[in-house]
């Protein structure tokens, strides 16, 4: 008898814990599948102008609906976007669903709150500033860094704290994500995107490609960001305060498998975009033109990558024929300071021309500048770690370090610009700086007769 009310016992027990582990796989799956219509990676960036916000998010199911809900003091308004399905280039064919939604006509110098989402699920609280309305006499102050991944991404702690401070009205990203967006799926992608949501959903965070976004065509990078212009993002242009920003694809050059009908594409949209940037009413409105693109001109790093020899492509053109070379269009246009990554380290060029330098004079290099300035800053941190340096550092080259990093770019004024390197090694302390100054809106590039 008493094994007969044992054995009862023991069937009831088993019974309820059969019923609670249903009951948690039944929890499960409806967390589960709240999870695929959550969103992930939120970040903005500028729209066709500076006055108008995108916002773009991937929920991992499709959700019917793409909404922002945002305001100055609440959500005060509602504005609906679209979604696309992007489909990775893998075997698995990893999906997702891209939504994007354009904020127009924000009111200047006003921080707004906004999230966004579905009826199915909202993100977190986030919010922006908007630029003022007189941008021109503003002076905005931009962090810039390439080379990030989501393994040894030793610069992002710093990056996050200095935007949660307040420290910047932007971010620019001069390539290379992730490393790469398209591992294991984009699993990659997705777990990088999540993690510089803490600074891109709270900055325009302005993106160009880098070499490790080539694969399925730069897929992943043209799905995933959402820049001004009509490129999917790989050129374009934008004005803050009084700089004019130009955003360029190196990889054209580099990646021919692809023909070079994206080339010549961008060297006549470059050229059309900086001879308006010229015209003498927006050069006086605007005088700084600053660019920037993955893979540099010039470096003095210790490897076999082009810019360490004669014949960068990106600096003079397609082998034999020289077509499409940037430098010669740069100077002709006077272009001000082109940004650089690729390289995993910082280096400050002189004021450089066809590897000669043109510097304002001997005592005052910066001042009344005779040619481009060229910054690399590759140092954000990725899994590849470090680049060394050559042992002799050539002439045109002013300073270099391997330290982890990023640069701090003010434009003060119509004639003065402010860089600054911030070393993660040495706990944020600045390692560089200098100052570009001019006392006309254009500078004065005229190369000597050879």
């Given at each position: 008898?008493?094994?007969?009310?044992?054995?009862?016992?023991?069937?009831?027990?088993?019974?309820?814990?059969?019923?609670?582990?249903?009951?948690?796989?039944?929890?499960?799956?409806?967390?589960?599948?709240?999870?695929?219509?959550?969103?992930?990676?939120?970040?903005?960036?500028?729209?066709?102008?500076?006055?108008?916000?995108?916002?773009?998010?991937?929920?991992?199911?499709?959700?019917?609906?793409?909404?922002?809900?945002?305001?100055?003091?609440?959500?005060?308004?509602?504005?609906?976007?679209?979604?696309?399905?992007?489909?990775?280039?893998?075997?698995?064919?990893?999906?997702?669903?891209?939504?994007?939604?354009?904020?127009?006509?924000?009111?200047?110098?006003?921080?707004?709150?906004?999230?966004?989402?579905?009826?199915?699920?909202?993100?977190?609280?986030?919010?922006?500033?908007?630029?003022?309305?007189?941008?021109?006499?503003?002076?905005?102050?931009?962090?810039?860094?390439?080379?990030?991944?989501?393994?040894?991404?030793?610069?992002?702690?710093?990056?996050?704290?200095?935007?949660?401070?307040?420290?910047?009205?932007?971010?620019?990203?001069?390539?290379?994500?992730?490393?790469?967006?398209?591992?294991?799926?984009?699993?990659?992608?997705?777990?990088?995107?999540?993690?510089?949501?803490?600074?891109?959903?709270?900055?325009?965070?302005?993106?160009?490609?880098?070499?490790?976004?080539?694969?399925?065509?730069?897929?992943?990078?043209?799905?995933?960001?959402?820049?001004?212009?009509?490129?999917e993002g790989l050129w374009y242009s934008f004005n803050m305060g009084p700089v004019h920003f130009v955003a360029i694809e190196t990889e054209a050059y580099y990646f021919m498998n692809y023909g070079i009908k994206q080339l010549v594409k961008q060297f006549e949209w470059l050229d059309r975009d900086?001879?308006?940037?010229?015209?003498?009413?927006?050069?006086?409105?605007?005088?700084?033109?600053?660019?920037?693109?993955?893979?540099?001109?010039?470096?003095?790093?210790?490897?076999?990558?082009?810019?360490?020899?004669?014949?960068?492509?990106?600096?003079?053109?397609?082998?034999?024929?020289?077509?499409?070379?940037?430098?010669?269009?740069?100077?002709?246009?006077?272009?001000?300071?082109?940004?650089?990554?690729?390289?995993?380290?910082?280096?400050?060029?002189?004021?450089?021309?066809?590897?000669?330098?043109?510097?304002?004079?001997?005592?005052?290099?910066?001042?009344?500048?005779?040619?481009?300035?060229?910054?690399?800053?590759?140092?954000?941190?990725?899994?590849?770690?470090?680049?060394?340096?050559?042992?002799?550092?050539?002439?045109?080259?002013?300073?270099?370090?391997?330290?982890?990093?990023?640069?701090?770019?003010?434009?003060?004024?119509?004639?003065?610009?402010?860089?600054?390197?911030?070393?993660?090694?040495?706990?944020?302390?600045?390692?560089?700086?200098?100052?570009?100054?001019?006392?006309?809106?254009?500078?004065?590039?005229?190369?000597?007769?050879?």
């Amino acid at each position: 008898m008493r094994q007969q009310r044992s054995l009862t016992s023991i069937m009831r027990q088993n019974t309820m814990r059969l019923i609670a582990v249903l009951a948690l796989l039944g929890l499960l799956n409806s967390v589960v599948g709240l999870v695929k219509y959550q969103p992930e990676a939120v970040h903005i960036a500028y729209g066709e102008d500076i006055r108008d916000i995108v916002v773009t998010w991937s929920t991992r199911q499709d959700t019917q609906e793409s909404i922002v809900e945002y305001g100055i003091n609440g959500y005060a308004l509602t504005a609906y976007g679209n979604s696309t399905l992007f489909v990775d280039g893998g075997p698995k064919k990893h999906r997702q669903y891209i939504h994007r939604v354009w904020l127009k006509n924000l009111t200047p110098n006003s921080k707004y709150v906004y999230h966004c989402g579905s009826g199915l699920g909202w993100s977190d609280v986030f919010y922006f500033n908007t630029a003022p309305d007189d941008s021109e006499n503003w002076s905005p102050r931009v962090v810039i860094f390439g080379d990030m991944g989501n393994e040894n991404a030793q610069s992002l702690s710093r990056l996050q704290e200095e935007t949660q401070r307040g420290l910047y009205d932007a971010a620019i990203h001069v390539g290379d994500f992730a490393y790469d967006m398209n591992t294991h799926e984009a699993r990659v992608g997705d777990e990088f995107m999540k993690q510089i949501q803490s600074v891109a959903a709270y900055l325009p965070y302005m993106t160009v490609p880098g070499n490790h976004e080539e694969k399925y065509n730069f897929s992943n990078y043209r799905a995933r960001f959402t820049m001004p212009g009509d490129s999917e993002g790989l050129w374009y242009s934008f004005n803050m305060g009084p700089v004019h920003f130009v955003a360029i694809e190196t990889e054209a050059y580099y990646f021919m498998n692809y023909g070079i009908k994206q080339l010549v594409k961008q060297f006549e949209w470059l050229d059309r975009d900086l001879t308006e940037a010229n015209r003498p009413e927006n050069r006086a409105k605007r005088p700084w033109i600053v660019t920037y693109g993955h893979r540099p001109m010039y470096c003095s790093n210790l490897n076999s990558d082009d810019c360490t020899n004669h014949q960068s492509l990106v600096r003079v053109g397609l082998p034999l024929l020289n077509w499409f070379g940037l430098e010669d269009l740069f100077f002709k246009h006077k272009v001000d300071l082109e940004l650089w990554a690729h390289e995993h380290s910082y280096e400050r060029l002189w004021p450089i021309y066809d590897f000669k330098v043109y510097n304002g004079s001997y005592s005052a290099p910066y001042t009344n500048y005779k040619a481009p300035v060229h910054i690399i800053t590759g140092s954000a941190g990725c899994k590849e770690g470090r680049e060394k340096f050559v042992p002799q550092r050539p002439p045109w080259s002013s300073f270099r370090s391997s330290d982890y990093g990023f640069t701090r770019m003010t434009a003060h004024n119509k004639t003065h610009l402010y860089l600054e390197q911030v070393s993660d090694d040495k706990e944020g302390e600045v390692i560089d700086r200098v100052w570009l100054i001019k006392d006309n809106f254009l500078p004065n590039y005229v190369v000597p007769d050879a």
